[in-house]
T-cell receptor, first 114, second 109 residues
């Protein structure tokens, strides 16, 4: 049973480009969470999704950021028109139910905007 | 005031020492997680606690719900324990975790 898989591990984008970050949850997990870790800062919640539904997006920036978790395929975090301040590590976690069960994290995607 | 605070922020220990990392919080929780993050690496879940004490190998985690405090102990520390240890709260909203800023541990030979 593979763990939470994120790809790519490292992503470099020029300012103004789009970044797509993918997260495949563990088998049997239907809850996905995205977190952002800015340089020298702690982790911050971004969005919580179940299959085909956004449950809580209170941590998402209002513009340029979107997330989806389709019926088939991985969850996608999409950042349009990236700026240098988007440079961070983005982590995905999955759980079989809500977070009153253990959460399993991916290795993260390190986004660098140049 | 942050909802969750960790201490110390940085900790250096010699191999074999007993280590304690503390986490205090100010909100009601349904569970508390201890996580480990190696430099440039992913995040590993060490424990999830809602009461009492858990042990896994050389790691022990305790929580006191009344005092809103949890500790992570490492016995017989080893250089491979060098990492950032993060306390995270589930406040019962069934969604997001709230994270402490982490304790950076360096274990030297």
């Amino acid at each position: 049973n593979a763990g939470v898989m994120q790809n790519p591990r490292h992503l470099v984008r020029r300012r103004g480009q789009e970044a797509r970050l993918r997260c495949s949850p563990m088998k049997g997990h239907s809850h996905v969470y995205w977190y952002r870790q800015l340089p020298e800062e702690g982790l911050k919640f971004m969005v919580y999704l179940q299959k085909e539904n956004i449950i809580d997006e209170s941590g998402m920036p209002k513009e340029r950021f979107s997330a989806e978790f389709p019926k088939e395929g991985p969850s996608i975090l999409r950042i349009q028109q990236v700026v240098r301040g988007d440079s961070a590590a983005y982590f995905c976690a999955s759980s079989p139910k809500n977070l009153n069960t253990e959460a399993f994290f991916g290795q993260g995607t390190r986004l660098t905007v140049v | 005031k942050n909802e969750v605070e960790q201490s110390p922020q940085n900790l250096t220990a010699q191999e074999g020492e007993f280590i304690t990392i503390n986490c205090s919080y100010s909100v009601g929780i349904s569970a508390l997680h201890w996580l480990q993050q190696h430099p440039g690496g992913g995040i590993v879940s060490l424990f999830m606690l809602s009461s009492g004490k858990k042990k896994h190998g050389r790691l022990i985690a305790t929580i006191n719900i009344q005092e809103k405090h949890s500790s992570l102990h490492i016995t017989a520390s080893h250089p491979r324990d060098s990492a950032v240890y993060i306390c995270a709260l589930n406040t019962g909203t069934a969604s997001k975790l709230t994270f402490g800023t982490g304790t950076r541990l360096q274990v030297t030979l």
